[in-house]
């Protein structure tokens, strides 16, 4: 499924796999030569839309982030998911901030004094040493992680930006098609450094988008479902068959997700009425009968495994954290364990007997079993210990 400004998504690491060693602090590393970026490589690699390419940041051998932009002087990428990092000429590598809800994009003003880089708010600041970091429009971590969702509470007025870019002097356009209903609306604010202050937004229509389009407005049937997927769509199609999106099944006995015959993504779970997929991993979506295409969850990380219930009530979804999902129209939704601060990493999960679910996860050998009651919203440890202990209890 085609999403807006993939190029700017970071691929997550998922658990374990931060480098042990050699991880950068906010302040410039001590090292002897400017160019010393610690062992870290810049490849260029196929990216995830046919056509694509992606500069990719590699530690011993490993993907760990993408260059964001690159000017003649200086490079700006990203890191471990949620990790800004700069260096150029007289200006020593250092990771200058972190954006727990990944950063989705960076620009370099042409006279490379400036930069800018996007996210939920954006940073600001000089390309020089001893730089002021600007933050604005940034939130606490904890306050919200579904960031698909519409904002409420105290990210009421928040603005997740999906593009940014470099205007003359020191401004710079930063825009959004987050939570605007259509594909085909981006609206731009324009910062400028010198004076660090905001403009006033406007609305850029793409007329082309919209008579392409399959329909202009959301049927009536679903006003009220909040995780359609067809707002984030150019087409604006509430079903894959709408959108030209199949499924068939892969030599190695999995199903795979085709969109308009080139494969995206693969099949987590599928029921009689049904079926539970992942995209471009981490775009976790589900459709059947009398349900329209929905994007539960740009899952950070990637899911695991999905469940769903034996009467085809609720499921579930596991990964860094669980999702859960009453499987009608403008259902309950719910997440859990996806706290930044305090992930709860879970591989496996199983539907048990009425509207229970088995979730099992943990590291190395450990392992923790739990069971979790979509009725009653509970989730229940049962069980530690060793894998093949918890397994053969089972």
């Known amino acids: 499924m085609p999403m807006k400004d993939l190029r700017n998504r970071i691929p997550s690491v998922g658990p374990g796999r931060a480098h042990p060693s050699d991880q950068p602090s906010i302040e410039a590393q001590a090292t002897p030569r400017q160019t010393d970026l610690g062992g870290r490589v810049f490849e260029l690699n196929t990216g995830p839309l046919p056509g694509s390419i992606v500069e990719s940041v590699l530690v011993d051998g490993i993907a760990q982030g993408h260059v964001m932009c690159r000017s003649p002087r200086f490079v700006v990428w990203s890191e471990l998911a949620d990790r800004v990092h700069v260096q150029g000429d007289n200006l020593p590598w250092a990771c200058v901030t972190r954006m727990w809800e990944s950063p989705r994009g960076a620009a370099i003003s042409d006279d490379e004094a400036w930069c800018v880089v996007i996210g939920l708010g954006f940073v600001a600041f000089p390309l020089r040493p001893g730089r002021e970091m600007r933050s604005h429009w940034r939130h606490p971590f904890h306050e919200r992680w579904q960031l698909h969702l519409p904002m409420t509470g105290d990210l009421a007025g928040a603005v997740m930006f999906t593009g940014v870019r470099a205007l003359s002097g020191h401004q710079f356009g930063l825009s959004t098609q987050w939570g605007l209903g259509n594909a085909w609306t981006t609206r731009e604010w324009v910062y400028d450094a010198d004076t660090d202050t905001i403009g006033e937004p406007h609305d850029i229509i793409d007329e082309a988008k919209r008579r ?183």
């Open 212 to 394: 392409q389009s399959v329909r202009p407005e959301v049927s009536a049937q679903y006003a009220q479902e909040r995780q359609l997927a067809a707002p984030f769509r150019d087409d604006r199609a509430e079903s894959t068959a709408e959108a030209g999106t199949t499924f068939e099944f892969d030599p190695q006995g999995g199903e795979r997700v085709l969109a308009r015959g080139k494969p995206v993504g693969e099949v987590l779970c599928r029921s009689s009425r049904f079926v539970v997929w992942q995209e471009l991993g981490s775009m976790v979506c589900a459709e059947g009968e009398e349900l329209p295409w929905l994007l539960l969850d740009d899952m950070y990380g990637g899911a695991r495994a999905a469940a769903i219930s034996a009467d085809q009530e609720w499921c579930v979804v596991v990964g860094c954290g669980f999702r859960v999902r009453h499987l009608r129209v403008a259902g309950a939704y719910r997440t859990h364990g996806a706290d930044p601060g305090n992930i709860l990493w879970l591989d496996e999960v199983e539907a048990l007997g009425e509207h229970r679910f088995r979730l099992r996860g943990g590291s190395g050998s450990l392992v923790h079993e739990y069971v979790y009651d979509a009725d009653s919203d509970e989730l229940r440890l049962v069980a530690s210990g060793e894998t093949d202990v918890i397994r053969r209890r089972a």
